[in-house]
């Protein structure tokens, strides 16, 4: 499949730490669509600016990936998904620093998509079907459209005729556009952000369902991470509406900027954990199509 964006496996600014500290690390997957380098270098510029410390920006392919670097404390933050945000750890690694705010609120949906000419209108008229999903800790792209199929007592395994996943809601939207699946679910930011930029892949798609909203993917600091470091990389984002560079930045994102909310703000997405009851540890990755 034709891919529509440069996913980086590791991406750092090259260069000694600032002020002799070491660099600070900052996990990025699928979540952040961009289409040019310069735009991740700027981000990591403007950060250094507002905290004092050099800031390496760590690209890698699924949620999951990010998760073992933030366990592990190879990582200090990341902009994960609300979907293994909420899950269990023991102990727990990582605690809530920042959600993004798009279009006025911290929230967003879930789109299920099909191809613009399908003759497909209900999400159950994908039965049997080959359906996409971006990535197996997503909570718009795996999480919602599972708990759709279990509050139906349907069997996710057995539901559609074949399954894969992309790992990028990107890609599932271009699956779906070029026939390569029949329906998909993604991230509704994601989507809307391609039909702003890369209209004539997005016009080839058409949404079938629109789930309720939930809380944004959020970005997350590990546990023990000291506090200075937390709240400087906060108070630097939160602040990026405040100054032309972080507006103009924020603009290139399409979001408004971010913010402070509470744990509360995932509820939605627990509740929804709790139905399909997960074990993040037994969770399959299959193979990418």
């Known amino acids: 499949m034709r891919s529509i964006y440069l996913l980086l496996v590791l991406w750092v600014l090259p260069g000694s730490a600032l002020a002799g500290e070491a660099p600070v690390r900052f996990g990025l997957t699928a979540v952040v669509v961009t289409e040019n380098l310069r735009f991740l270098d700027q981000w990591s510029e403007y950060l250094e600016s507002k905290t004092g410390r050099e800031v390496e920006l760590v690209m890698r392919r699924s949620y999951r990936d990010v998760m073992k670097l933030l366990d592990s404390g190879a990582i200090d933050f990341a902009w994960i998904c609300g979907f293994p945000y909420v899950q269990k750890r023991e102990p727990e690694s990582v605690q809530l620093l920042s959600v993004p705010i798009y279009r006025g609120k911290p929230r967003y949906h879930s789109y299920i998509i099909v191809p613009k000419d399908s003759p497909y209108k209900r999400f159950s008229d994908l039965k049997g079907k080959i359906f996409a999903y971006s990535d197996p800790d997503s909570n718009s792209g795996y999480l919602y459209p599972i708990t759709l199929l279990a ?19 990107a890609e599932t939207v271009q699956a779906v556009s070029e026939y390569y699946a029949d329906g998909g679910a993604v991230d509704s930011y994601i989507w809307e952000y391609l039909a702003s930029f890369r209209p004539e892949v997005t016009e080839k798609t058409r949404i079938i369902k629109k789930s309720p909203s939930f809380g944004f993917p959020p970005i997350v600091s590990r546990l023990g991470l000291d506090a200075n470091t937390v709240n400087s990389m906060k108070h630097a984002l939160e602040h990026m509406n405040r100054d032309a560079t972080g507006k103009a930045l924020l603009s290139q994102l399409k979001l408004d900027g971010f913010g402070d909310y509470p744990d509360s703000l995932f509820n939605e997405i627990r509740v929804m954990a709790n139905q399909v009851q997960i074990d993040a540890d037994d969770l399959p990755v299959p193979v990418t199509e």
């Open 151 to 169: 509050k139906r007592g349907e069997n996710p395994a057995t539901y559609f005729r074949q399954t894969f996943f992309t790992f990028n809601h």
